[in-house]
C-alpha cells in the first residue's frame, strides 16, 4: 500500500454512519518531511513542527504552534500529543519512524474518534516497523 493510500483507504475514511471524515490528516517523517497528505492539511513550518515534537516529550509544555495557530495540550505521552483550540483540534502520534497527524472539527468528529482513527494507524505501522 502506498502511503497515499493509507491517507485515504484509513485516515480519512468515514468515522461514523454520516460518513463524517477527519478534517485532514497526514503521514509525515520524523523530520517533518511529508510522505503523504489530504486535501486541506495545514502548512507548516519546521519550526511548529520541532515545537510539537517538543510537546510530545516534555510534559511541562502547555501548547503547540500549528500553520500559525496555538493549540493547548489536552494530554500528551512519548508517542501520542493531543492539542485542541476551540472546536479544532489534532492527534499526533509517533512511531519509530513517522508521525501521523489528524485534525478534526468537533462536531461531527471528536476528539475521541480522531484519536482512534491516528492511533490505530500508528500502531499498525509500528508494528511494520515503521
Known sequence: MSWDEYITSNLMAPVDA???TLSSAAIL???GSVWAKS???PAFTPEEFEK???AM???AITAAFFSGAKYMKVTSDE???RC???KIGFIARKTNTAIVMGFYEDPPVSGQ???????ALGDYLEHQGY
Request: aromatic share 4%.
Open 18 to 20: 454520516n460518513g463524517s
Open 113 to 119: 474518534m480522531c484519536n482512534r482513527v491516528v492511533e
Open 29 to 31: 517523517g520524523l523530520d
Open 79 to 81: 508517542t501520542v500529543l
Open 52 to 54: 510539537v515534537m517538543a
Open 57 to 59: 516529550a516534555d510534559p
Open 39 to 41: 486535501s486541506g492539511f
Open 84 to 86: 485542541r483550540k476551540d
